[in-house]
T-cell receptor, first 113, second 116 residues
Framework: DAGITQSPRYKITETGRQVTLMCHQT?????MFWYRQDLGHGLRLIYY???????DKGEVPDGYVVSRSKTENFPLTLESATRSQTSVYFC????????????FGQGTRLTVV | AQKITQTQPGMFVQEKEAVTLDCTYD???????LFWYKQPSSGEMIFLIY??????QNATEGRYSLNFQKARKSANLVISASQLGDSAMYFC?????????????FGTGTRLQVFP
């Protein structure tokens, strides 16, 4: 199916564990993004990427790692999960053209206990 | 520094009335894009409308229009003839063309509630 998909949709993990959230898009969009959404904070940018092997830190990168070996995939890893990383995570992509909207995945609800 | 500011955490509007959701932004880049997204209680992000920094006219999409005041750096969303289904969170976002890559940043959102 065409689009952008995130997996898993829901995840419960324990403090200190490593967890990876997956994001896959089928359009070959250049740009991909990871956000976390918390009440009162809107969507905050964690990491973003302009192309394979090019990534940049956003507003809240601490505790997260990303990679982009292929254009279509942009996994987000929490190296050692903490309770403060309990959140809803959204992946998004858009193409090079400025006047095109970003397309979002369905979100991953992560709970760290 | 906050680059996208939405000063209204919540708004109420009666059905069939118009409502304006405020958004101000800050950038020194001459080329940028402004977006509004709707997030219903189900959680998905729905694109509503786009305004480019070089666009001369305000964008419109059906019942949505964007009141773009470039000198004031504001990009307010106007929803005409509100419907119960418009009850949702609304986010303003800006795409900046950076040195190496574009990025998309969001405001904190406005929760709109439409009542009969």
């Amino acid at each position: 199916d065409a689009g952008i998909t995130q997996s898993p949709r829901y995840k419960i993990t324990e403090t200190g564990r490593q967890v990876t959230l997956m994001c896959h898009q089928t359009w070959s969009h250049s740009y991909m993004f990871w956000y976390r959404q918390d009440l009162g904070h809107g969507l905050r940018l964690i990491y973003y990427s302009a192309a394979a092997d090019i990534t940049d830190k956003g507003e809240v990168p601490d505790g997260y790692v990303v990679s982009r070996s292929k254009t279509e995939n942009f996994p987000l890893t929490l190296e050692s999960a903490t309770r403060s990383q309990t959140s809803v995570y959204f992946c998004a992509s858009f193409p090079t053209a400025m006047n095109t909207e970003a397309f979002f995945g369905q979100g991953t609800r992560l709970t760290v206990v | 520094a906050q680059k996208i500011t939405q000063t209204q955490p919540g708004m109420f509007v009666q059905e069939k009335e118009a409502v304006t959701l405020d958004c101000t932004y800050d950038t020194s880049d001459p080329s940028y894009g402004l977006f509004w997204y709707k997030q219903p209680s189900s959680g998905e992000m729905i694109f509503l409308i786009y305004q480019g920094s070089y666009d001369q006219q305000n964008a419109t999409e059906g019942r949505y229009s964007l009141n773009f005041q470039k000198a004031r750096k504001s990009a307010n969303l106007v929803i005409s003839a509100s419907q119960l289904g418009d009850s949702a969170m609304y986010f303003c976002a800006m795409r900046e063309a950076g040195a190496n890559t574009d990025k998309l940043i969001f405001g904190t959102g406005t929760r709109l509630q439409v009542f009969p």
